[in-house]
């Protein structure tokens, strides 16, 4: 099974021939699609030095999520267009996604990894809300967060995506600037390609090579950095092949939607150590699974958008979990 979702080219230039027939199958989707249409017109990253933190308090809490009001196959986030069109869904480009309007002087929350921290994007945007917090995303298709050790520009689309996170969230955090980083990704399939390399085609094994050495470093340098990390376990997917077809509404086997669990845990904890004790792991699973089962649908919300992602509806039931990212660089 692959879960790329719209993957960069190893190529720096070019994106991959093998995408051409997925976009043209979600093309078919998106020309149906309502959903997450809350992705604001933004501008382009300042440069200048903030002159003052804010010194506003919460205002309000947002409110839960209501049922979803389109198909789950179209329930996705939504970005801004300078970040993916609706046929690409997830940035084909390194660089900064604004997902809301950047105010250099306020705190900054930003999101780093591959599509599974995508897919949180909804959740992140509902625990924003009208605070004045700045939400910057860094996210490609199979793009883990990593320290290359690369100049910038240098490298892969997904090397260079890496590079310019980190060397983004260092600097904000040298002007010394109110930080949070949210790290995601599919940590099982990268495990999974390292475990039987044979399996898989040569772009999954250079990128599982990339993430085995370079994903524990970039914890390290945030570590270094002093950078206030949280870290998103692994979450819950639609096992291959699939138990029921979409929207994969029947109730799934734990052990099967989060295949080798206490394995991907043990990597995960292991290589955010360096974090230390303040680092939170969030796991998302506690809304979507029970001891024994994951549920296709809750409480009348679909839990998957494809055999991979949630839905942006269930991504926002998800706000107890993620509320206290943005409290925590509130003044």
């Known amino acids: 099974m692959s879960h790329r979702l719209n993957r960069p080219s190893r190529r720096p230039a070019i994106v991959a021939v093998a995408l051409a027939a997925a976009v043209l199958v979600v093309l078919a989707v998106v020309l149906l699609s309502g959903g997450d249409d809350d992705a604001p017109e933004v501008t382009s990253d300042p440069t200048s030095t903030p002159t003052s933190a804010p010194t506003s308090t919460p205002t309000s809490t947002p409110s839960e999520p209501p049922p979803p009001a389109v198909p789950p196959e179209t329930d996705y986030p939504r970005l801004p267009t300078e970040c993916a069109t609706r046929e690409e869904l997830i940035p084909q480009e390194p660089g900064a996604c604004f997902l809301n309007e950047f105010v250099e002087e306020r705190p900054t929350v930003v999101l780093w990894g591959d599509s599974h921290a995508w897919q949180h994007i909804p959740v992140l945007r509902l625990a924003v809300g009208e605070e004045k917090v700045n939400l910057v995303g860094f996210v490609m298709g199979s793009c883990p967060p990593m320290d290359l050790d690369l100049p910038l520009g240098e490298g892969t689309k997904c090397e260079q995506n890496a590079t310019e996170a980190l060397d983004y969230i260092l600097r904000l955090d040298r002007e010394g600037r109110p930080l949070k980083v949210v790290a995601g990704a599919y940590w099982r399939f990268y495990l999974d390609v390292l475990a039987s390399p044979g399996d898989y085609d040569d772009y999954d094994n250079q990128q599982a090579d990339l993430f085995d050495e370079f994903t524990p470093a970039a914890f390290r340098a945030l570590a270094r950095a002093g950078v ?104």
């Open 228 to 331: 206030d990390t949280d870290v998103i376990a692994q979450t819950a997917t639609v096992p291959d092949p699939a138990p029921c077809a979409a929207p994969y509404v029947c109730k799934l086997p734990r052990a099967d939607a989060l295949r080798e669990e206490a394995a991907t845990d043990a990597w995960v904890r292991d290589a955010m150590r360096p974090l230390g004790d303040g680092a939170r792991y969030l796991d998302p699973n506690v809304e979507i699974c029970d001891d024994s089962w994951c549920y296709g649908r809750r409480d009348g919300i679909y839990t998957f958008f494809d055999q991979q992602h949630l839905t942006a509806t269930r991504s926002r039931t998800l706000l107890p979990l993620f509320a206290e990212i943005v409290a925590d660089v509130l003044p």
